[in-house]
């Protein structure tokens, strides 16, 4: 990802001495150590936010039919084809979280020169925007309304059993979903601890070959039948009947827009005798298609 880092200049020598790109780079390492699920979701319309509004628009095209007929029926046909429609529906995303982290230091030049002192700067601002950004995604898929998903009650509440397993191949299979075609899953904690109780899922002979290559290999705890497995601790957890503990999808059906991507400025103050530093970033997060996402949900009521 790109980071743009802005220094505004003065004549104070504590400020002249601030470096933007070591704080960018810093404060950019720490952000990306607590992404597990924005490491995986697709961010590649991005671009179409940057410095142009807040909102995407993408068609959703609804399944096509084919026309059955034969070769000569075909040829004697004097009307026109039949055509499918254009009244696609449209999936909208907005851009509508912004989160930062700001301090003032007094002696700027200081904190840079003592990698102890720096490191506790840069790491509790990017720890701060990094939660934020990751809990964005685990929130909408714990918020996902489950009459309009695939939806699979696990077997006991956050639990994932032996029969689980089964029965997340079958529902794949039965929804035309094949797992080694880019889908992932992604659980909470406790549905993680439970999983590694079952031996086949630490089984190499049964879980396939790796997952998806993303930076760091953050959360990956697994595979699934060649699916690969991640566990996120800002998935929530609850007893609640129907809470989603768990979901599969394909992460191209994940988007993550960054209007602005995580961002360094700085000024010298005045009033407050030391260096105002804030990191920030612009970004929306939002399902394409929520019929495409199996969700695993505590037993109903």
């Given at each position: ?9 003065t ?32 961010t ?18 609804t ?33 509508d ?10 002696d ?29 995604i685990?929130?909408?898929?714990t ?22 397993m ?24 406790t ?14 002979d ?64 005045v009033?407050f ?29």
């Amino acid at each position: 990802m790109a980071y743009v880092n802005t220094s505004v200049g003065t004549a104070n020598t504590d400020l002249d001495d601030f470096v933007p790109q070591l704080w960018a780079e810093g404060i950019n390492n720490y952000i990306e150590e607590q992404f597990v699920l924005a490491n995986i979701v697709d961010t590649s319309l991005s671009a179409l936010v940057k410095q142009r509004g807040d909102v995407v628009h993408i068609p959703l095209m609804t399944e096509k039919s084919a026309t059955a007929t034969t070769p000569a029926a075909f040829s004697a046909i004097t009307d026109n084809l039949t055509y499918h429609s254009n009244n696609d529906d449209e999936k909208t995303i907005t851009v509508d979280k912004l989160y930062y982290s700001a301090q003032i230091i007094s002696d700027i030049a200081n904190v840079q020169a003592s990698p102890e002192f720096f490191d506790m700067y840069v790491k509790g601002m990017g720890y701060a925007i990094g939660r934020k950004v990751e809990a964005l995604i685990a929130d909408d898929i714990t918020g996902l309304t489950v009459g309009n998903t695939v939806q699979l009650d696990l077997s006991a509440n956050n639990t994932f059993a032996a029969a689980d397993m089964g029965n997340v191949l079958k529902v794949m299979a039965q929804n035309n979903f094949d797992p080694t075609d880019g889908w992932a899953m992604v659980v909470s904690p406790t549905l993680y601890g439970s999983m590694m109780q079952i031996t086949n899922f630490t089984s190499a002979d049964f879980s396939g070959s790796g997952g998806l290559a993303v930076k760091g290999g953050r959360g990956l705890v697994g595979t699934l039948a060649g699916m690969p497995v991640y566990v996120s601790n800002r998935m929530k957890e609850t007893t609640t009947n129907d809470h989603i503990a768990g979901a599969i999808f394909q992460p191209e059906n994940a988007k993550l827009l960054y209007q602005i991507e995580p961002k360094v400025v700085s000024e010298y103050s005045v009033d407050f005798l030391g260096t105002k530093v804030a990191a920030y970033t612009a970004c929306g997060f939002d399902f394409v298609k929520d019929g495409e996402i199996i969700t695993l949900t505590n037993l109903g009521g």
